[in-house]
């Protein structure tokens, strides 16, 4: 059984921080691209960050310079840390985790979404 449990979401301040944590098990997050999207009421699901098996790191437009992906394969968990914080950052944030096989079959999963809120 595969399984991406957010955690670290709630309440925050413009202008403030939270860390976001993805703990993965059924699958070893270094041979994954791992990644994190949100989704604010009314919008489509976008890409925050995501990190490959190698290292490689794409940011979203509105988060670069803010937001650092990283990850702790001890641990078997990604994270994503948030400075910075503004109000159109309020939004349920999704850890996910995509690997692409020698024969081009695909693994996709999805963790269950944890809220971020960015208010006075």
């Known amino acids: 059984q595969v399984q991406l449990v957010e955690s670290g979401g709630g309440l925050v301040q413009p202008g403030g921080s939270l860390r976001l944590s993805c703990a993965a098990s059924g699958i070893t997050v270094s041979m994954f691209t791992m990644g994190w999207f949100r989704q604010a009421p009314g919008n489509e699901r976008e890409l925050v960050a995501d990190m490959s098996s190698g290292s490689e790191i794409n940011y979203g437009d509105s988060v670069k310079g803010r937001f650092t992906i990283s990850r702790d394969n001890t641990k078997n968990t990604v994270y994503l840390q948030m400075n910075s914080l503004r109000p159109e950052d309020t939004a349920v944030y999704y850890c996910?985790?995509?690997?692409?096989?020698?024969?081009?079959?695909?693994?996709?999963?999805w963790g269950q979404g944890v809220q971020v809120t960015v208010s006075s």
């Open positions: 996910n985790a995509i690997r692409i096989s020698p024969d081009l079959r695909s693994e996709y999963y």
